[in-house]
Each structure stands twice: as C-alpha cells, then as structure tokens.
C-alpha cells in the first residue's frame, strides 16, 4: 500500500509539471514567447499609502491601554468623550514612517522611509524587473512597514485574519493580477485595505495601500500583445485608445475592467456596484481611482472666501483625512474635491447666509450643468448662517458654518479637526436619506435630557449625542435603538432632483 501511495503521488507530480510545461509551449512545441515584440518587464508602482487607524481604536502601544478600556465601557459617556482627546495626544504625527517591501519573483525592493506621514499620496515610488517572456505569472509579496527607533511594525494591508502581507499573481499574457488582491474583490482592484479582515474598531496597525502592476509593450496602449493577438485579434503595432465599439468607453477602461473593447454595452445605465455611479461616470472619474465593482462616494466642498474684518473660514486638511478613514475602512471610498478633481471654488465672502442665500451659491458654482452633477455631492462651507450651524438644503447639497463649528471643537475633549469631520458627515448623511434618525431631535443634544441617554446606543454621529465626538456611522451592533448606517445608505437619493 506504502509503495501504491508514493507511486499516486509521484505520477501526479509528474502530471502537474508536464501540464505546465505544455501549457507555454506552441504548436510547433516550443516555449511560447508571450510577446515577441518587447523584452517584458513588469513594473509595480505605488500610487498612495494611508494609516486607518485614526477615529476609533488606538494607533500606537502607548495609548493601547484606553482602548482596551473602550472596548469594554464602549458606550460609557466619560470614555467616549475621552477618546479622541487621549488619542489624538499619546500618537504624534512622528509616529508614522512609512515605507514598502515588494517582492517580485523572488527579488526584494525597498521604497524610501515617508518620513512623519500617516497619508502619503503620489510617491513617485515604482519598481521595474525584468521577467522571463515565456512564463506567464509573475508572483508578486506586498508589505508595508512602519519605521520605528525600537523595532518596525508591519502594518496590516490584508483582508485575511493574522496574516499582514499581500500576494498576488500578476499574468503578462492578460495584464490583471489575482490572488490576494483581483477584479471585483470587496476593497477594489488595486487597493489593499487592512479592515478587510474585520477589524475594523480593533488597533492592529491597518492601513491601505493603494497600487499598480503593468509591462511594457510596443505599442505602447498598456494592453499586453498575447491578449491583443488572442483574445481581441487586434494590431499589436498599433495603439488602441480609441473606442470601436462606440459605447462611451475606450479600449484602454473596458480592457483593465474586464469588459470587451469590441463588443458594445451599455454603460450609460450599467452600475454594478450599486453606488449611483454608472459605468461612463466611473470612466470619468478613473483618474482619482473610481471602480467600477466597489463603491464610491465624490463630494465638492466649495469654501466661502475670509472675511474683511478678520473673519475666517476653515476646513481642516485633517479632518478630510478622518471623513476618508471613516468611509474607506467600509471599503467605500471617500473623495472629497478640494482642488484636486476641478471643481473646488471659492465664494465671495457673506458674514450670514439664509437658504435663499445658500441656494444662490450653489447655482453659481456647483457644477451642476455637466456629468458631475450625477456623481458629485455638494457641502459648502460659510463663515455663519442662520439657523443651526449645519443642515442640508437640496436633495444633493448641504452646509456647515465655520464659527459654528469652531465653537463645537472648544467643547472639553473634544478636538476641532473631529468636530469639523464629524458636522460634515453628518450633513452629508442627510443626503444618504438616512431615516429613522435617533438621537435627531430637541430632547437627545446633552446629558440632561433623556433623549441623549436613550439613544445612547445609536453610535453615530446622525445622533445629537455623538455629533461633533466620533467621524462615523453606526453598525448596527449595538442594543436598540442602534441602526446599520453603512447598510442603508441610499446611493441614488442625491439624484433625485434630477
């Protein structure tokens, strides 16, 4: 029997191999040069690297303590309102020296230190190896390190319990990867999130990494000459930038995300993922790194100009920061345009607005006239209004008022970056038709009223307990009255006018 098994085994071995072999031969039985045309390399570049852990659990040893408290006493006003102060004292932006390892078929590299950065974007930081053109994959090990005096700290980029590091395998005869990271996985092609394991409110150093894979080819359209010649019959020597099939979309889009070039679809209407974003939008919007099959939400934040008598209007870069980790450790990527997508302006200075005010501002410069209007949230920020210090006053468009909140970001513990993030997420939740709301009314804004201590479990900052304390929705895991936000947001709302 021994003699039997090891006799099963070694034919299967050998069956294994011969397939592989007879895999990348020919017909004529020779190694098959996957792209006769070039000499591949593969390149592997780094496009952004973010720390996660920012507005819920601790992010680093020294403050682990308090968050082993606030896992217990969760709901415990006291730590609650602690939190963010201890927090946001015991990390300093020190803290963060990130840096990458990449190993590719073997070979490591090594990014430079982004010395006292937790949000690094646009590195400039790329790879190039040369591969062998008759084997097809090419494997690929992603880490991403924290530098510390004392020892470094892997952070966590996968979405598989205890395990930190990425693989992936990289084909040069299709140009996509799988593995650990591929089409249509929950954090999207081509960014690895380290909440994907389900830790999101736990402090295991989870972080996102958001990155390329490509080779070169000759003529030089990015699709790799095997598929070309394979799988689209097209001209390896001649670019494809154009769009054949006449849907909107080129080549280029409809090839990475794994639609035919050369077969018509209607991407007008397709929205796979269910964001409101259908895919000629997501096209549109593929330089600030849409997906097609995850989703994601675009908001326009216009700013009101300073005043003349010293009267200034603020949106902390910061508190960007912690609306984006709010979003993304959901794997729902969060773009806020302040500058950088075309549409961010500046309005003339008023020292009060009124609705009908707020509403003249926004057709004056929300873009409303173009694609964007389906894609893009309005906030606007004001000096001061009349009324509540934020509210939404269009189906799409909703502001807060800086004195407002720089009032709120005095209160004790509380920091003004946070106040700031969290009135803007919370008006932007009205665009999401979030309702029932609990918390949201006259009887929940502070710890003498009963509202406030009913709705306690409600942890989101929808609620009057929360707001300017915590930039998050709830989940839903807590006792009632608490409501899953992220799970019934309503994409499509915003559009309504439309």
């Not at 209160?411 to 038709?433: I, K, Q």
Request: aromatic share 16%; net charge negative.
């Amino acid at each position: 029997m021994k003699k039997v098994f090891v006799f099963l085994i070694i034919g299967s071995l050998l069956i294994t191999s011969t397939s592989a072999i007879v895999s990348s031969l020919n017909s004529s039985g020779n190694r098959e040069d996957f792209d006769p045309l070039v000499d591949v390399e593969v390149t592997f570049e780094v496009e952004a690297v973010r720390f996660l852990e920012d507005h819920s659990p601790a992010t680093s040893q020294r403050s682990l303590p308090y968050a082993r408290l606030r896992e217990k006493f969760d709901d415990s006003p006291i730590l609650s309102y602690l939190k963010n102060f201890i927090d946001r004292r015991t990390t300093s932006i020190n803290d963060y020296n990130m840096f990458v390892k990449v190993s590719i078929n073997g070979e490591e590299f090594v990014s430079d230190v982004w010395s006292s950065q937790k949000y690094v974007y646009n590195p400039d930081w790329s790879v190039t190896l040369n591969v062998p053109d008759d084997e097809e994959f090419v494997d690929i090990n992603i880490q991403l390190w924290n530098e510390n005096n004392i020892n470094d700290r892997i952070c966590d980029i996968s979405g598989e319990s205890g395990n930190y590091e990425v693989d992936i395998s990289y084909s040069i005869k299709t140009g996509h990867w799988t593995g650990d990271d591929e089409l249509n996985d929950p954090s999207g092609y081509g960014r690895l999130c380290g909440s994907d394991d389900g830790t999101i409110y736990k402090a295991d150093n989870d972080a996102e990494l958001w990155f390329n894979v490509f080779q070169n080819d000759y003529d030089g359209d990015g699709i790799p000459y095997w598929t070309e010649v394979n799988e689209y019959g097209s001209d390896p020597e001649v670019e494809n930038f154009g769009d054949p099939d006449n849907d909107d979309i080129p080549v280029y889009w409809e090839w990475k995300w794994g639609y035919d070039p050369f077969n018509s679809d209607n991407h007008d209407d397709l929205d796979p993922d269910g964001d409101s974003i259908e895919n000629v939008e997501e096209y549109l919007t593929s330089e600030w790194f849409s997906d097609p099959f995850r989703k994601d939400v675009f908001v326009e934040l216009d700013i009101m100009d300073d005043g003349p008598n010293g009267e200034k209007v603020y949106f902390p870069v910061e508190s960007k920061e912690l609306l984006c980790n709010a979003f993304d450790i959901q794997n729902i990527v969060f773009h806020l345009d302040m500058g950088e997508m075309g549409g961010h302006d500046v309005v003339p200075f008023q020292e009060i607005v009124d609705r009908q005010k707020l509403n003249q501002i926004y057709w004056n410069y929300y873009d409303h006239d173009t694609w964007r209007r389906g894609v893009f949230h309005y906030g606007v920020v004001v000096y001061n209004c009349e009324g509540p210090c934020g509210y939404m006053f269009r189906s799409n468009a909703f502001m807060i008022a800086s004195l407002g909140m720089e009032g709120k970001g005095e209160r004790p513990f509380c920091d003004r970056e946070v106040a700031y993030a969290s009135g803007y997420m919370h008006e932007l939740g009205h665009t999401f038709s979030f309702n029932p709301i609990p918390g949201h009314n006259q009887n929940s804004n502070n710890p003498l009223q009963i509202g406030w201590w009913i709705n306690r479990p409600y942890k989101s900052c929808m609620n009057y307990g929360w707001i300017f304390y915590l930039v998050d929705y709830s989940d839903g895991s807590r006792r009632s009255p608490d409501i899953d936000d992220w799970e019934r947001i309503d994409y499509n709302d915003f559009e309504r006018e439309w």
